[in-house]
């Protein structure tokens, strides 16, 4: 089971400081997650500029410049956002009975550390 998804509120642990121009302490929700490269993407965190050539569309419009967007960092550096204290916790695995169907039926539930909250 993955610890972070995507929809999940995060916060940057590691990193430089907002005074310094960094991205830490920031939160954001998560947009998705790159499980092969052990990445996710955050709203509003590690913005970054691509310059792309000055071309002609076939209208005859221009097209490049600068664009900003979102670019991945390494899950290590996030961790998810407690409900109840807002602020970064661990995250656990625990399981409960199903609430639907029959009695034996176990689901694997993310808990947070700090405040047993299911998340």
Known sequence: MAKIKKGDLVQVITGASEARGGDKGKQGHVIEVFAERNRVL????NY????????QSQRGG???GLE?????IHISNVAL???K?????????????????????QV???I???SGEEL
Request: glycine share 10%; hydrophobic share 30%.
């Open 42 to 45: 955050v709203e509003g965190v």
């Open 48 to 55: 970054v500029t691509k310059h792309n050539r000055v071309g």
């Open 62 to 64: 221009k097209t490049g």
């Open 68 to 72: 900003t967007f979102e670019a991945p």
């Open 81 to 83: 956002v407690d409900p």
């Open 85 to 105: 204290s807002k602020k970064p916790t661990r995250v656990g695995v625990t399981t409960k009975a199903a609430e639907k169907g029959s009695a034996k039926k």
């Open 108 to 110: 694997r539930v993310r």
């Open 112 to 114: 947070a550390k700090k």
